[in-house]
């Protein structure tokens, strides 16, 4: 199975910042990637899909990028409704696995 | 609209088994494979399955294999997953999350809960 790695798994920052969080695969799977968003007691949201599309309705402060092994998300300017956890997902091959996510907190 | 509305929370004892519905609507319900994905207390993302609901045809995650069945009925347009010789650690939320090609889980059920104990 594919192992995706994602960091960091927690970090804090304020409202205005720029946050970068990164996935990295075990072996290649194109930008077979898409990422998510998910708020306690919520189910997940998707955000971007293959590795740099935004799913409509998500605001363009979010980005994507990568292909082959390395990825990253990337929030231009954080908003308090962006404090919640990211997961990235690989839908190369089955099974499908995402990496192991990143706690968003307020500093 | 695309709505995924899941059955309700379930308390099981071990050994025993569960049975979730996802009844799609707002789609043609045989156009989209359907996952399910599940999340235990404090955990991450866990995929469990695909199931094509047009022909049936299924694929399981291989620690999951011979406990797990999923189904459809499309004359309900509804996907099925059921988990047998449940132990605690099957306690969890369970998604079904619809894949839409490139786009892989688009739309998420509300979620249901299983809790497994004694």
């Known amino acids: 199975a594919i192992q995706m790695t994602q960091s960091p798994s927690s970090l804090s920052a304020s409202v205005g910042d720029r946050v970068t969080i990164t996935c990295r695969a075990s072996q290649g799977i194109r930008n077979d990637l898409g990422w998510y968003q998910q708020k306690p007691g919520k189910a997940p949201k998707l955000l971007i899909y293959a590795a740099s599309s935004l799913q409509s309705g998500v605001p363009s402060r979010f980005s994507g990028s990568g292909s082959g092994t390395d990825f990253t998300l990337t929030v231009s300017s954080l908003q308090p409704e962006d404090f919640a956890t990211y997961y990235c997902l690989q839908h190369y091959n089955y099974p499908w696995t995402f990496g192991q996510g990143t706690k968003v907190e307020i500093k | 609209q695309v709505q995924l509305v899941q059955s309700g929370a379930e308390v099981k004892k071990p050994g025993a088994s569960v049975k979730i519905s996802c009844e799609a609507s707002?789609?043609?319900?045989?156009?989209?494979?359907m996952h399910w994905v599940r999340q235990a207390p404090g955990q991450g993302l866990d995929w469990m399955g695909i199931i094509n609901p047009s022909g049936g045809n299924t694929n399981y995650a291989q620690k999951l294999q011979g406990r797990v069945t999923m189904t459809s009925d499309t004359s309900t347009s509804t996907v099925y997953m059921e988990l047998s010789s449940l132990r605690s650690e099957d306690t969890a939320v369970y998604y079904c999350?619809?894949?839409?090609?490139?786009?892989?889980?688009?739309?998420w059920g509300q979620g249901t809960l299983v809790t497994v104990s004694s």
């Open positions: 999350a619809r894949e839409a090609g490139e786009s892989p889980f688009d739309y």
């Open positions: 707002g789609y043609t319900f045989t156009n989209y494979y």
